[in-house]
């Protein structure tokens, strides 16, 4: 069993690297969470990088080395990429083998894969057929000269059906699950704007409605599961756009100005020299912007407030703010 400390802390800066607006006790359970449902089942030091390091790239993280087979799901057809080249799949079927493995977490049963190709009336063969589908595809990632791909490392037999290494695996998908994870916990611990953001990210990965073009019943089926995860993100962004701009509403015109100037990026001598007030004064309005926003950094102050040029604000501090092109 790998040490959960080293493997926490792993994760940690991986996941802060990949969003570096989310809250330190964000990072901090995200990891935990990480690590007691995937981690546990590492079986040393390799293996946890392995793990912290898929789970990273899931998030965006540029620091991490890119993985070699990069599939997409949530687009009209399903493709799969190795090292960026295309990998032709004429068939149905190897596609559907695939996506059913994807979609459950990289390992299924010889049976839920049956059930995916064939669904009801499977054909006398339909165990030699669906050997004979992996066999295919395992001969077609050995064409790419990669060690990685030889042999069954990316597809292995399992006790009862097949695994996908995951290890080797990027997706559309999992970047959409991880960020929807992120959101979850950046919203549980009040961070509005970074929770909203989580989300507009998770939305970016569909390109259009999912699966459309792809036969088959399986296909279709998870193309419409698909379809109503996106519309449901989309509703919680949503919801959380009007959410944020509730709570901004909230903050008086004194502290919408510093908030609006702070998402501007001036630090707060500029702001204190702008709104000729003092520093702590400026220290004083951006605490009471993060406890009324529901946010713990200044890096998620623009998500929260929204982005543009300076504001003309009344402040009722003395003048009024955001000229065009400032004071020096």
Same mark, same amino acid.
């Not at 962004?237 to 903050?251: E, I, M, S």
């Given at each position: ?94 596609? @559907? +083998?695939?996506?059913?493995? #994807? /979609? *459950? ?5 010889? !049976? ?6 064939? =669904? ?72 509005? @704007? +970074?929770?909203?953001?989580? #989300? /507009? *990210? ?5 390109? !259009? ?6 036969? =088959? ?80 950094? *200044? ?30």
């Amino acid at each position: 069993m790998t040490d959960r400390v080293p493997a926490e802390q792993v994760m940690r800066e991986m996941i802060a690297a990949a969003c570096p607006d989310a809250a330190p006790e964000t990072v901090r359970d995200l990891a935990q969470d990480v690590v007691d449902t995937v981690l546990g089942q590492a079986s040393g030091p390799d293996d946890m990088q392995r793990v912290a390091g898929r789970f990273a790239t899931a998030l965006g993280s540029d620091t991490q080395t890119v993985k070699p087979l990069e599939f997409t799901v949530l687009a009209a057809q399903f493709s799969v990429r190795i090292d960026g080249q295309k990998v032709t799949l004429d068939s149905p079927k190897p596609r @559907a +083998v695939l996506l059913g493995l #994807l /979609l *459950r977490g990289g390992q299924a049963s010889t !049976g839920q894969l049956i059930d995916d190709l064939w =669904g009801d009336q499977p054909p006398a063969t339909a165990g030699s057929t669906l050997t004979a589908h992996v066999s295919r595809l395992r001969r077609i990632f050995r064409t790419f000269e990669r060690p990685e791909l030889a042999g069954g490392n990316v597809l292995t037999t399992t006790h009862g059906g097949y695994a996908l290494n995951m290890g080797l695996v990027s997706s559309d998908l999992q970047r959409a699950q991880a960020l929807e994870q992120l959101a979850q916990r950046a919203q549980a611990a009040g961070d509005l @704007a +970074v929770a909203r953001h989580a #989300l /507009l *990210r998770a939305r970016s990965q569909f390109q !259009g409605r999912p699966l459309v073009e792809e036969v =088959g019943s399986f296909a279709e089926a998870q193309g419409r599961l698909l379809d109503e995860w996106r519309l449901v993100l989309e509703e919680r962004q949503r919801d959380l756009h009007r959410r944020v701009l509730d709570t901004t509403a909230d903050l008086t015109a004194s502290e919408l100005a510093v908030a609006r100037l702070a998402a501007a990026g001036m630090t707060n001598r500029e702001i204190a020299r702008e709104l000729v007030i003092t520093r702590s004064m400026v220290e004083f309005h951006l605490t009471r912007i993060y406890r009324k926003l529901g946010i713990t950094s *200044r890096q998620a102050i623009p998500e929260a407030v929204g982005h543009g040029t300076k504001p003309t604000v009344d402040t009722g501090l003395g003048r009024t703010s955001g000229r065009p092109g400032g004071t020096p």
